[in-house]
């Protein structure tokens, strides 16, 4: 190293401390001001080490200097004086380590003597006595200092490399570097705040730079920048700077003061950095957070941070105080477990011990929990692990749910479909288009399913009789629509045994429970297949009662019509058979509910006549046996004989009852069933015993009937001969007496005139009451045997009552009585005149008879169409259970040993006013007498339409 060493402006401090050190190394420093000065010298005059200054304001024109003076000479050592304060000269200490021309700042005496000793040491001072040691050593020094030149060009390179690298890294970098003087003006180029504003230097020089700062940040950058200015210390700010394309970046300004040796700030530099994006997502993770904050406090369910490991409250909302009834500080001093219900806290144990395992707890879990109040909530709990950067769970957010009103709603579903399971109804839901989405335990047990999915999604017409379906197509699903239910009974057919059940439903709409629209159709229905047979077997007993009661003169037909009508209900086909006098059976009897069958039924019958398969069917009754039960299954389990009879029948079942009446047989009722399914039942055996009994009741009647009747046809011929008989000897015997009377003398009466005429006039009398007997048992005979007569004319009633009221005053004086006549008018009308001559003899008589002295009142008017003729008396009365039998035959309201009769005067008498298309009536009060009212229409019978009379007095003949 020569002796000159070339330095730069440097401060006091830092000038003594090198002038320090190159006068121990024998070197003679030269100061120059300016870069230029620096660059003139070097040209001019030899130096060994020149001092470059790296903080100095003018470091690249020094640079530059140095590297055009030097460029192409040998012998001249560069030393670069670098700051480690600064981020240059930090960058600069990483990337020239241990090059020999290189001091760090703050310098130091010795760190100097370090650096330049070697130099130094590599040069000998010249010696005086030897040209030729001079020469060598001027080369040998002329060797070491172009080695030395040619190192520190090669740091020099490096040095400008790093500068470059400096730049460039600067440039890559997204911040916008800046410099200022100490005053803020910008007197040199950024080459980034160029590219980041789209600014030439001469927009931005001085404090051009402010205009693109936004306005309403200009004046706080102002204030705070200028009072930073003087002081020592490092400058943040942030605030809107315009960028090329036109918009505001939020920027961060950061800056540092580049200091003198004697502390004061010589200028600034510094970087901007683009934190737009940075403060967006700060201030969306601020309402981010706020959002969350506001949705905790505010949510409508209860929410609430837990610590993981200990299950206490960090953090809780008011709906979870007003849940579980405390007071937010309350919770924030317990954990959930003091809460949990004691059997459900091995649940949240569980679920910590996950968390501790590092897995995420339940999603969502119901635990029952206890209020303040004491009272037990259920809640629905939804966790989820808010973890930190080391993935291990910081706590636990949980959201909490009253749901104690919905377990309850689960409940109560539970045991409406427990009821529903266990009712004996069969219960159905159907969708809006009518297939089945649910049947009840007792509906999938009636219909022979096993499971829901047999019948699931099928239509529920399907399942319905085909001769029902139109029923509840046209009738049940209208009225539903309409009316929102219908009730009524109709067959099902099992889907999978195709077995018929009878079954009484009620169809409702069920409907949505919030818009109340239609969604679907539910059914109760009740299996009434065994009412059903009951009634079956009820209205079949009513019928043939009726039909049995209706008639009994002709027991084939009749027994006909009852067979008939079980065919057509309770049975398949029914056979009545009556035991001749012999013991053979004749089957009377056969109907088949095909009608076809019922000849086959009856040929199969009759030519039964000792089939091994007939005899208990013949001999019941006989046998010891009144009823004979027959099934295919039981015949098939005990392989009985009655096998024969069931094929025989062509049968599944039959069912055969004794007719017995009296002690006596009188043949046999026989059901049989075709249908599988439709077995007889026990029920069906009391039925058929009961149409037993009744039918042998009606057979037996109807033969009690016919000997009656023979009895009576041979009354009626005895009477009517009889009267006749009877009343041959009375018509000489009253013309004998009347010629006895005519023989008495006359004019002189003695003793035994006037008794014989008393005599005569008895005997008289009794002839003429034995006619009338006789003539009344003749009526009555004409009456029965419908031959009663009437020979219509023109008749003043109110004349005929005179007329038959004089003849009876004998009587009347006789008893004591009168009879009084109220008669104004003539009432004339179309009648028989001796028939209503009987009549009101008959009345008139009664009246005396039972008028027990008293006055016999008569009144004959006419009102409108028709004439009313009324008798009454004041004696006896009749009894008021009696006045509906008086009009019949040979009966009486009054003891015969009291008084005398037939019985068969009313009964006359109410026949004949009947045959006048007639009415008679009587009432009555015991002890106040009694009146009859005949009324008559005036026109009489028609002849072409007559009323009738009959034997049991019904008006029919």
Request: with cysteine.
């Amino acid at each position: 190293m020569r002796g000159k060493v070339l330095l730069p402006r440097l401060d006091a401090e830092e000038r003594a401390c090198l002038r320090s050190v190159l006068g121990v190394l024998g070197c003679e420093p030269v100061e120059v001001e300016a870069a230029e000065q620096a660059s003139a010298l070097l040209r001019e005059d030899s130096f060994g080490l020149m001092v470059l200054d790296t903080e100095a304001r003018d470091w690249g024109a020094w640079a530059r200097s140095a590297h055009q003076a030097l460029r192409g000479r040998d012998g001249t050592a560069l030393l670069l004086l670098v700051s480690s304060e600064r981020p240059e000269g930090r960058l600069l200490a990483d990337v020239l380590p241990g090059t020999l021309a290189y001091a760090a700042r703050p310098l130091t005496r010795d760190a100097l003597l370090r650096v330049l000793r070697p130099l130094a040491e590599d040069v000998q001072e010249p010696r005086d006595d030897s040209k030729e040691l001079l020469t060598s050593e001027w080369r040998q020094e002329l060797r070491h200092e172009r080695r030395a030149r040619a190192v520190a060009e090669g740091r020099l390179r490096e040095l400008m490399r790093s500068e470059r690298r400096l730049h460039a890294l600067l440039e890559a970098t997204t911040s916008v570097m800046w410099t200022v003087t100490l005053d803020g003006l910008a007197v040199e180029r950024s080459a980034s705040y160029e590219s980041f504003t789209g600014r030439t230097f001469a927009e931005y020089r001085g404090h051009g730079y402010m205009r693109f700062i936004h306005p309403e940040d200009r004046e706080r950058v102002m204030k705070e920048w200028v009072p930073a200015l003087r002081r020592p210390s490092a400058y943040a700010s942030e605030y809107r700077l315009l960028r090329h394309d036109g918009t505001w970046r939020q920027m961060l300004s950061r800056g540092v003061p580049v200091l003198s040796p004697d502390g004061r700030v010589e200028e600034w530099v510094g970087w901007l950095v683009d934190i737009t994006e940075q403060r967006q997502r700060e201030l969306a993770l601020r309402e981010s957070e706020e959002q969350f904050r506001t949705f905790f406090n505010l949510a409508a369910v209860g929410m609430a941070q837990v610590a993981p490991f200990t299950g206490r409250f960090l953090q809780v909302n008011a709906k979870l105080c007003e849940l579980l009834g405390y007071s937010a500080d309350e919770l924030l001093r317990m954990s959930f477990m003091d809460l949990t219900h004691p059997e459900d806290r091995p649940l949240d144990y569980a679920d910590m011990e996950r968390v501790a395992r590092g897995e995420e707890p339940p999603a969502i879990h119901s635990r029952r929990c206890i209020r303040k109040d004491g009272g037990i909530i259920w809640l629905d709990v939804t966790s989820a692990s808010i973890r930190d950067e080391s993935g291990r769970p910081a706590r636990l957010l949980s959201v909490v749910q009253d749901v104690t009103a919905r377990r309850q709603g689960e409940l109560e579903r539970r045991r409406l479909v427990s009821v529903v399971e266990s009712t004996p109804d069969v219960i159905g839901i159907h969708d809006v288009d009518g297939r089945v989405l649910y049947v009840n335990e007792a509906g999938r047990k009636l219909l022979g399913l096993e499971s829901l999915a047999e019948i699931q999604g099928t239509s529920m017409l399907d399942h319905i009789h085909p001769e029902d379906r139109r029923l509840i197509e046209r009738e049940a699903l209208v009225a539903v629509q309409r009316k929102g239910q219908w009730m009524g009974d109709f067959r099902l057919v099992s889907p999978k045994t195709g077995k018929t059940l009878s079954v009484f439903s009620q169809f409702f709409l069920v409907r949505d429970t919030e818009s109340g629209r239609p969604i679907g159709l539910g059914s109760i229905s009740r299996d009434i297949t065994g009412r059903k047979r009951a009634e079956e077997r009820l209205t079949f007993l009513s019928g043939a009662s009726r039909l049995l009661a209706a008639g009994i003169d002709d027991e084939a037909s009749l027994l006909q019509h009852v067979a008939e009508l079980a065919s057509s209900s309770v049975a398949t086909c029914c056979m009545v058979g009556l035991t001749h006098p012999e013991g053979a059976l004749h089957w009377l009897a056969v109907s088949h509910r095909d009608r076809g069958r019922s000849a086959h039924m009856r040929r199969v019958l009759e030519e039964a006549d000792g089939a091994g398969w007939a005899v208990p069917l013949v001999g019941l009754g006989r046998d010891g046996h009144d009823v004979l039960w027959v099934d295919a299954q039981d015949v098939k389990a005990s392989d009985s004989s009655h096998g024969g009879l069931l094929d025989a029948l062509g049968a599944s079942a039959c069912l055969a009852v004794a007719l017995k009446s009296r002690g006596h047989v009188l043949g046999v009722v026989a059901f049989t069933s075709e249908d599988p399914d439709r077995c007889f039942e026990e029920a069906d055996r009391g039925m058929a015993e009961e149409l037993a009994f009744r039918a042998a009741a009606a057979v037996d009647n109807a033969r009690l009937y016919a000997q009656a009747q023979r009895a009576i046809r041979l009354r009626d011929e005895f009477l009517s001969i009889a009267s006749h008989e009877l009343k041959t000897p009375l018509t000489p015997l009253a013309l004998k007496l009347q010629g006895m009377r005519r023989t008495l003398p006359v004019g002189t009466p003695d003793v035994t005139s006037e008794r014989m005429r008393g005599d005569l006039d008895m005997a008289q009398r009794q002839v003429r009451r034995l006619a009338e007997l006789v003539d009344g048992l003749l009526d009555v005979s004409r009456i029965c045997a419908g031959r009663l007569q009437l020979t219509l004319e023109s008749v003043d009633l109110a004349e005929l009552v005179r007329e038959l009221v004089a003849r009876y005053e004998p009587q009347a004086q006789r008893a004591q009585a009168r009879i009084l006549v109220e008669a104004k008018a003539a009432v004339v009308g179309t009648w028989d005149r001796s028939r209503l001559e009987q009549v009101v003899s008959n009345l008139l008589s009664n009246a005396l008879k039972y008028g027990a002295g008293r006055p016999v009142r008569v009144r004959v008017e006419s009102r409108g169409e028709v004439a009313r003729l009324m008798v009454r008396d004041e004696g006896i009365g009749i009894e008021p259970q009696s006045l509906h039998r008086i009009f019949q035959r040979f009966e009486r309201a009054v003891s015969e040993r009291h008084y005398g009769g037939l019985g068969l005067g009313l009964y006359i008498t109410r026949q004949i006013v009947e045959a006048h298309c007639g009415t008679v009536l009587a009432e009555s009060t015991p002890g106040q007498g009694a009146t009859f009212t005949v009324t008559l229409p005036l026109a009489g019978p028609s002849e072409s339409d007559p009323c009738g009379t009959g034997p049991d007095g019904s008006g029919s003949e």
